[in-house]
C-alpha cells in the first residue's frame, strides 16, 4: 500500500510560488487603472494612447461597425485559421504598410495579437537567428519595449534618442551609435509618431539613418504602431519604405489597433524581408512556429473586421475620411497647445499622440492630485486624450506647473 501524503509534503509543493519575488507593475497599465478609480468628474486622463474624441470618447469607426454587422450576418465559422491568422488580412494590409514594396515577393507578413505580439515574434525570430545579437534602442521609448527585448532574450544597448530639456532629437548621438554598431545589430526604430516623445525622424534625418543602417550591415527592426496619424498613411511610412529600398533585411511590427481603434481586439502583422524569397519563406516557417508556441493562433475578430473593410472600396474610403479626422483632430489640438506659451511651441512642431512635458515624477503627481489630470511620470501626455472642453483647463494647469 502506498504511503498517505503527509501534510508537510503538501505544504511544500505549495510553496513554489510564495519564491516569487514582487512586480513592479507596468507603468501606464497602472495608470489607466489609476485615472478610472479617480471619481473626481472633471478628471483628465491623458496617460495611456488611446484616441478620444471631442466629447471624450473613444467611439468604434464607422468601417468597422459596418464590417462587424457583415462578419455578423455572413461569417458562417470561427474554425481555426492557423498560426498565419487570416491571410486575406494580412493581403490586403500589403499596399498600406508596405507602398510600392508591397510586390516584393521578398516581403512577408503574418497577423499578430496587435503589434506588440509582432515585437515579441521579431525578436523573438532575431534571438533564434543569432542569440548574441544586440539590439540598439533610443531613450526614451515605449516602456514595454525593454520588456518584450529581455524576454526574447537579447541584449540591449541603449543611446540618448531624445533631449527632453532641449526639445530636440539627439542626432548625433543617434548616428555616432549607429557608425560605431556592429554589422548584425539590430537597431529599433520608431516608423512615425514616436512613442513617448513625438519627436519623428525629418526626411533628411531617415535618409541618414537609411544610408548608415545599409552601409554598417545592420538590421532595421520597425514599429510603426501609429500609421496614418502624423502625416498620412504613405507619408508616416516614408522612413520605413527607404529602408526597404536598401537593405536585404528588414523586420517590421505592425499594429492596427489604432488606426483602426480596435485597440482591445488586438490587431497587427509581422513582416519579414530578407535578400531572396526561400529566405524570408524559412523564416516566415519560424516565426509561425514561435507564435504557435506563445499563442498558437492569433485573435481573429478585430483582423476579420479589418479585412472586411479592406475588402470593401466603400468601407475602405470610409475608414481614410475616418483616420484623416482623426489626424485633423491631432494636429489642431497640437497647434492649440503651441499657441497657448511659448514654452510649449514645440509641441505643434511633434507628431502623432504623444509629446513629452518638462516635469519630472513630483510635478506629475501633483497635476494628478490638484487638477486630477493623469499623465505617465516621464512627463510624456497623450495630446488627444481629452474632450475639446477639457483642453484649456489642461493647458492652464500645465502652465501653471511650468510657471512653479
Ligand atoms: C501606449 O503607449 O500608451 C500604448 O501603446 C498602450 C500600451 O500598450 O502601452
Known amino acids: 500500500m502506498l504511503d498517505q501524503p503527509t501534510t508537510t509534503g503538501m505544504r511544500a509543493s505549495a510553496q513554489l510560488l510564495e519564491a516569487l519575488d514582487p512586480i513592479k507593475s507596468d ?39 459596418a464590417a462587424e454587422q457583415i462578419l455578423w450576418q455572413h461569417q458562417n465559422s470561427k474554425s481555426y485559421l492557423g498560426s498565419m491568422g487570416d491571410r486575406r488580412f494580412t493581403e490586403l494590409l500589403r499596399p498600406f504598410v508596405l507602398g510600392r514594396h508591397a510586390g516584393d515577393e521578398r516581403l512577408l507578413g503574418l497577423q499578430t495579437p496587435g503589434g ?92 541618414d539613418v537609411v544610408r548608415t543602417v545599409a552601409h554598417r550591415g545592420l538590421l532595421p527592426l520597425v514599429d510603426i504602431a501609429y500609421q496614418g496619424l502624423a502625416c498620412g498613411l504613405g507619408e508616416d511610412a516614408a ?102 506659451d511659448p514654452r510649449l511651441a514645440y509641441i505643434g512642431g511633434q507628431f502623432g499622440m504623444f509629446s513629452m512635458l518638462p516635469f519630472d515624477a513630483h510635478q506629475v503627481r501633483q497635476l494628478r492630485d490638484t487638477h486630477a489630470i493623469y499623465m505617465a511620470d516621464s512627463g510624456r501626455f497623450n495630446v488627444v486624450g481629452m474632450a475639446d472642453d477639457a483642453i484649456d483647463r489642461f493647458v492652464a494647469a500645465v502652465v501653471g506647473a511650468m510657471n512653479g
Open 239 to 340: 522612413g520605413l519604405h527607404a529602408l526597404l529600398e536598401v537593405c536585404d533585411e528588414v523586420i517590421v511590427a505592425q499594429s492596427c489597433d489604432k488606426n483602426f481603434g480596435v485597440y482591445r481586439d488586438r490587431v497587427g502583422s509581422l513582416w519579414i524581408k530578407s535578400a531572396d524569397a526561400a529566405t524570408s519563406g524559412r523564416a516566415m516557417d519560424h516565426v509561425a512556429q514561435i507564435a504557435r508556441e506563445m499563442w498558437s493562433m492569433p485573435p481573429d475578430h478585430g483582423a476579420a473586421a479589418v479585412r472586411t473593410v479592406l475588402d470593401d472600396q466603400a468601407l475602405t474610403a470610409d475608414w481614410q475620411v475616418e483616420l484623416a479626422g482623426m489626424r485633423a483632430r491631432i494636429n489642431n489640438i497640437r497647434a492649440r497647445i503651441a499657441a497657448a
Open 116 to 207: 506588440c505580439g509582432a515585437l515579441a515574434l521579431g525578436f523573438k525570430l532575431v534571438a533564434a537567428a543569432n542569440p548574441t545579437a544586440r539590439v540598439l534602442v533610443g531613450t526614451p521609448t515605449w516602456p514595454n519595449h525593454a520588456p518584450v527585448i529581455n524576454a526574447a532574450g537579447l541584449e540591449i544597448v541603449r543611446y540618448g534618442y531624445y533631449d527632453r530639456d532641449a526639445q530636440a532629437i539627439r542626432f548625433d548621438e543617434m548616428m555616432s551609435m549607429l557608425d560605431g554598431a556592429r554589422a548584425g545589430d539590430v537597431v529599433l526604430l520608431h516608423g512615425c509618431c514616436h512613442n513617448p516623445t513625438g519627436a519623428d525622424l525629418s526626411q533628411d534625418q531617415w535618409a
Open 27 to 65: 507603468s501606464l497599465l497602472a495608470l489607466i487603472a489609476l485615472a478610472e478609480a479617480d471619481p473626481r468628474n472633471d478628471k483628465i486622463d491623458v496617460g495611456v494612447g488611446v484616441y478620444r474624441d471631442g466629447a471624450g470618447g473613444t467611439p468604434i469607426f464607422r468601417c468597422i461597425k
